[in-house]
């Protein structure tokens, strides 16, 4: 790791070393070199996380749990063990201009897409407070809209607010919708998409154990049956999930 850079409530992590680039969407199993694990000495299993930028290989780390916690305490100069780029990222919609929406740490591959197109896009960014709004800066995009939960920046309630007020007062055919962040949010976004009939890619934050489709403990349901969202996922078509809204 050559840079931890405090984000608000976040920690940016600077890595090198990673040879082959990641597309938007896709994700790493992120573990330090040494002292992964509990006081017991049980080893705990790597975490995944999308990347925010891919030059250089950034990840954004909320440390709420055991793992993310030590990852985002590493030094500088600190070895990590990186397992990636895994999974299916985001496919552009030719002809479509790109409404990024995310929720909290869910910015981290909205970033990545933001960087990918040069900033050509839009995006609607949803926090708890003013200190996780701070990753906004992260998203370089044409024209960013917040809302928090709290009301310290941005609109009081939730982004999805925001996404249907913009696809109700702009030509929505224009739009093509990329989202991520918390279940509960990506299924509204999902349902607004296809009320209004807009393309709609959804990037699914979940628990992994392996990252590469060994264990089916990340699959989740779509209409056609179920897919891993380590090896299908983590971005699926919201049309492909239907009502079913990914449940696991």
Do not use: K, N
Not at 13 to 24: E, I, K, N, R, W
Request: contains cysteine; hydrophobic residues 45%; charged residues 20%.
């Amino acid at each position: 790791m050559v840079a931890s850079e405090a984000v608000g409530r976040y920690r940016l992590l600077t890595v090198d070393g990673v040879d082959q680039p990641p597309a938007p969407g896709q994700f790493y199993m992120l573990a330090t070199a040494e002292r992964w694990g509990g006081e017991e000495g049980r080893p705990w299993l790597a975490r995944p996380f999308s990347h925010a930028t891919a030059d250089p290989l950034t990840f954004l780390v909320d440390p709420v749990g055991p793992g993310s916690r030590r990852l985002a305490s590493a030094a500088v100069g600190e070895e990590l063990l990186a397992l990636g780029p895994l999974g299916r990222g985001f496919a552009l919609v030719e002809g479509r201009r790109a409404l990024l929406v995310g929720g909290g740490i869910g910015v981290a591959p909205l970033a990545a897409l933001a960087e990918a197109l040069d900033g050509s896009c839009e995006a609607l960014l949803g926090f708890r407070d003013e200190p996780c709004a701070r990753a906004a800066r992260l998203v370089t995009a044409t024209e960013v809209a917040l809302a928090s939960d709290d009301g310290s920046v941005g609109r009081r309630g939730f982004v999805t607010e925001l996404l249907a007020e913009r696809l109700a007062r702009s030509d929505h055919e224009d739009y093509a919708i990329y989202a991520c962040g918390p279940e509960p949010m990506l299924a509204e976004v999902g349902r607004i998409a296809r009320a209004w009939g807009v393309p709609c890619q959804l990037a699914y934050e979940a628990p992994m154990a392996c990252g590469y489709g060994a264990c089916f403990g990340c699959a989740v349901a779509t209409r056609t049956g179920f897919v891993r969202l380590c090896l299908e996922g983590p971005v699926l078509d919201a049309y492909e999930l239907g009502d079913t809204g990914g449940d696991g």
